[in-house]
């Protein structure tokens, strides 16, 4: 893995303005589908349509929930530096780059791969507390810390 320098600001803002973009996509599918229930017809012909409509609304429910939450999560994020890995800290090693904040997956920022992780993950509660050039293994994968930002 090649060295290159981040901004954890840039980083941080990043991943907050994706959580946003998913809150707004969002936010537009439940305004869709909502609409579209109130548009079906109230005959019992159309009662399985209306409940796979309900049950979609219940799952865009809960997935806003989630992402309402992981905004509220990335307020606790802190951009304060530290030789060991905590929230808010950028671990890069030998394989991936880790960003500890909240579980939003894989993303690509400036052109790298990045993968955002709750602290209650396994890979998070493995490497907290860790410094550069400590060596861990998490499902029978071997890592080597490179650095903490």
Same mark, same amino acid.
């Given at each position: 893995?090649?060295?290159?320098?981040?901004?954890?600001?840039?980083?941080?803002?990043?991943?907050?303005?994706m959580?946003?973009?998913?809150i707004?996509?969002?936010? +537009?599918?439940?305004?869709?589908?909502l609409?579209?229930s109130? *548009?079906?017809?109230?005959?019992?012909?159309?009662?399985?349509?209306? *409940? /796979?409509?309900?049950? /979609?609304?219940y799952?865009?429910?809960?997935?806003?929930?989630?992402?309402k939450?992981?905004?509220?999560?990335?307020?606790?994020?802190?951009?304060?530096?530290?030789e060991h %890995?905590?929230?808010?800290?950028?671990?890069?090693t030998?394989k %991936?780059r +880790?960003?500890?904040?909240?579980?939003?997956?894989?993303?690509?920022? *400036?052109g790298?791969r990045?993968?955002?992780?709750?602290? /209650?993950?396994p890979? %998070?509660q493995?490497?907290?507390?860790?410094?550069?050039?400590?060596?861990?293994?998490?499902?029978?994968?071997?890592?080597?810390?490179?650095?903490?930002?």
């Amino acid at each position: 893995m090649q060295k290159a320098i981040y901004n954890k600001n840039d980083l941080r803002i990043f991943v907050r303005d994706m959580i946003s973009g998913k809150i707004k996509t969002l936010e +537009f599918y439940l305004n869709f589908t909502l609409e579209a229930s109130r *548009e079906v017809k109230k005959t019992s012909k159309y009662d399985s349509i209306r *409940e /796979e409509m309900q049950d /979609e609304i219940y799952h865009l429910d809960k997935q806003m929930a989630n992402l309402k939450n992981m905004q509220e999560q990335m307020k606790k994020v802190l951009n304060s530096d530290s030789e060991h %890995a905590k929230l808010g800290s950028l671990v890069i090693t030998n394989k %991936a780059r +880790f960003y500890i904040s909240v579980s939003l997956g894989e993303f690509f920022f *400036e052109g790298d791969r990045f993968y955002a992780i709750s602290p /209650e993950s396994p890979m %998070a509660q493995k490497i907290m507390g860790m410094k550069a050039g400590e060596e861990f293994t998490l499902n029978k994968i071997h890592q080597k810390i490179i650095e903490v930002l």
